[in-house]
């Protein structure tokens, strides 16, 4: 749930003056795409993504003997000059809901994560944000996903957890999708269960429609 | 008119899963009483179940998960590892019984005492990894038969067919690095179904690559999108790897009646699957085929497609 639970503590930095070259080394051999940039007592100054430095780097449509020329101009220059300073940052009591939104809006693929203080405490990447999510969801676990379309009524959702509930099934998540139809809902329950027989059945019986997901999805599509 | 093999013990009733659960002695029981009732069982040649030597066992799983089965039987549980695993004393020894029930129908079709056979057995197996229970199968029944095809009886090349609506996610793992037997199996598409794996992108692993196919089918789909995916997928992958023996992991729980799925096969869309499999097996294998129980949930259905399907083996349809 929380952002300090999800984040990668493990963290690899540098300081900004490193050369440019030196940071490409870094994040090609330890295979990151974000290196945070850290002053001398672990404050966080920058970010540098590997597009930072890809940006840097000399045209690979020059000539064998200019690239490395204009290579060689280039790489020694320190890392602070192409880093993002004050990058957008975070903190370890964040939810990974609410990381997941700021990274939608800012479009970022990497959130540092610091302190009140500002030192450098994690940083959180859409690697770590997948992650959490299939594991919130439950979704690498063997289930089966139902699709049930329910009026837009309160106390539905209470009506579909309890039958869940009483055939002993563990929810692994459930998904709704707000704009099935005007007055219709589409609940998306993910049971971890072979066993679905017995809760499609009371379903049933209660009045739910459960349809094929495939229904749903063909009504997604643009009509042409 | 083949001379077609029947496994069938009142031991697998033994396996009690508590009188809710849907893999139900029951769905034994009716398979039989309709193959009486109806004249087929007379007309095939009954093959007695042994308990299984563990050693064949012990060729695909684990001795460790063989022994923590053992003991949730022992010590009397009513599941083993997850809810669905619904298990009784007696488990553990049908399990053994399941297994032995395949292995004798392979010995009979080696020997060729039968052209081919059917074992309604349970539990089933398609699920059942090297060393985890999984949806209601304990011992990868299928699995076991393979190696011992390979082990006991010398075959090389050994094709699975599984068109349990579920994939098999067991017996896939279990050779998914083994280019000796391919594994081909057509279900209901992970992103909707159990187990969620089955994608037509898994198709083996290093010297096993190629040696995998799936086919899923989404759900609302039936006869035609088995049709076309069975002549596309699987015809030219068998006609390629030639095997000398073909074993089924025959589900009959995609049929549009059962609700543990939610494809829409009908009756004759089995009877196509089983004779597609028949071409397959008299071309290439001999005519060799043990073709075993998987799932099948509708009571009133699944009997028709069994004895449907064991007309088809026999060639008495």
């Known amino acids: ?224 | 008119m083949k001379r077609t093999g029947f496994v069938y013990d009142e031991k697998y009733l033994l396996h009690d899963t508590g009188g809710y659960h849907p893999e139900s002695p029951e769905r034994l029981a009716v398979i039989h009483t309709r193959l009486a009732e109806s004249g087929v069982l007379d007309k095939l040649t009954r093959i007695v179940a042994e308990r299984a030597n563990q050693r064949w066992i012990e060729a695909v799983h684990s001795i460790r998960y063989i022994t923590r089965f053992d003991e949730a039987c022992l010590y009397g549980l009513n599941e083993f590892e997850h809810a669905d695993n619904a298990i009784c004393r007696e488990t553990f020894d049908v399990a053994f019984y399941a297994v032995g029930g395949v292995l004798k129908a392979i010995d009979a079709v080696m020997k060729g005492e039968v052209d081919n056979a059917f074992c309604a057995v349970r539990p089933p197996g398609h699920h059942a990894e090297m060393d985890k229970p999984m949806g209601f199968c304990y011992f990868n029944n299928v699995a076991i038969g393979a190696r011992y095809l390979q082990k006991e009886h010398g075959i090389e090349r050994v094709g699975i067919i599984d068109f349990d609506v579920h994939h098999g996610n067991g017996t896939q793992h279990i050779f998914d690095r083994d280019p000796t037997v391919m594994y081909y199996s057509i279900h209901e598409h992970p992103s909707f179904a159990y187990p969620g794996t089955g994608r037509d992108f898994e198709s083996g692993i290093g010297e096993g690559e190629g040696y995998t196919i799936n086919s899923p089918v989404l759900p609302g789909r039936g006869d035609e999108e088995y049709r076309r995916l069975i002549m596309q997928d699987m015809v030219p992958a068998f006609k390629k790897f030639q095997p000398e023996f073909i074993l089924l992991s025959a589900g009959f729980d995609a049929h549009v009646s059962d609700l543990m799925s939610g494809t829409n096969l009908t009756t004759d869309g089995y009877d196509f699957i089983s004779e597609v499999v028949m071409n397959l097996v008299n071309r290439f294998a001999g005519g060799r085929v043990v073709s075993v129980l998987e799932g099948g949930y509708n009571l009133e259905v699944l009997p028709l497609l069994v004895e449907n399907h064991i007309k088809i083996l026999a060639d008495m349809k």
């Open chain 1, 1 to 224: 749930m929380f952002v300090s639970g999800r984040m990668s503590k493990d963290l690899i930095t540098a300081g900004p003056d490193i050369t440019i070259f030196e940071a490409k080394k870094i994040m090609t051999e330890k295979n990151i795409r974000h290196l945070p940039i850290i002053d001398a007592a672990g404050k966080l100054i920058g970010i540098v993504t590997d597009r930072d430095v890809r940006d840097a780097m000399p045209s690979t449509l020059l000539k064998k003997a200019d690239y490395e020329l204009t290579l060689a101009k280039i790489m020694n220059f320190p890392v602070s000059d192409i880093m993002t300073r004050n990058p957008l940052t975070i903190y370890a009591y964040y939810t990974i809901q609410d990381s997941l939104l700021v990274m939608q809006q800012k479009k970022v693929g990497a959130l540092p994560v610091i302190d009140e203080e500002g030192y450098l405490k994690g940083i959180l990447s859409t690697r770590d944000l997948i992650n959490a999510f299939v594991n919130i969801m439950n979704i690498d676990e063997p289930g089966t996903l139902l699709c049930i379309v329910v009026k837009e009524q309160q106390g539905q959702m209470k009506k579909i957890v309890d039958i869940v509930t009483e055939e002993k099934i563990s929810l692994g998540s459930v998904l709704v999708a707000r704009f099935w139809d005007e007055e219709k809902r589409a609940i998306f329950p993910y049971l971890l269960t072979n066993n679905v027989i017995n809760v499609k059945k009371k379903l049933l019986d209660m009045g739910f429609e459960i349809i094929d997901p495939m229904k749903w999805y063909l009504d997604q599509l643009p009509k042409k």
